[in-house]
Nanobody
Framework: QVQLVESGGGLVQAGTSLTLSCRDS????????VGWFRQGPGKEREFVAG????????LYADSVKGRFTISRDRYSNIVSLQMNSLAPEDTAIYYC?????????????????WGQGTQVTVAS
């Protein structure tokens, strides 16, 4: 059973940075794409960023492009999301997910395993 565990969330001020981590419980390096999604208060879950199995392909939502950076360390099975210039509209529960395939994807239906989420709150 694959387990994904997010960490790094918290309460921060607008304009600051935060780094989220997603650890995959598998002992061997994952050959799957990984995505970050978020769900804000009263909003639908939305795609934030995705990365292919080897880190060669990265996707970003327009709302975070230029501010967020996704990366992965295949040896430790950790995918990180560096979030800069945070704004109150970035407040959400952030989830990481393991894709069905090696490629990155914007569609939540392309992901099989999901973490429990980590709360990010950005105060103005």
């Amino acid at each position: 059973q694959v387990q994904l565990v997010e960490s790094g969330g918290g309460l921060v001020q607008a304009g600051t940075s935060l780094t989220l981590s997603c650890r995959d419980s598998r002992r061997t390096s994952s050959n799957n794409g990984v995505g970050w999604f978020r769900q804000g208060p009263g909003k639908e879950r939305e795609f934030v960023a995705g990365i292919s199995w080897n880190g060669g392909d990265k996707l970003y939502a327009d709302s975070v492009k230029g501010r967020f950076t996704i990366s992965r360390d295949r040896y430790s099975n950790i995918v990180s999301l560096q979030m800069n210039s945070l704004a109150p509209e970035d407040t959400a529960i952030y989830y990481c997910a393991s894709a069905l395939r090696a490629s990155a994807s914007r569609a939540s239906a392309d992901y099989r395993y999901w973490g429990q989420g980590t709360q990010v709150t950005v105060a103005s």
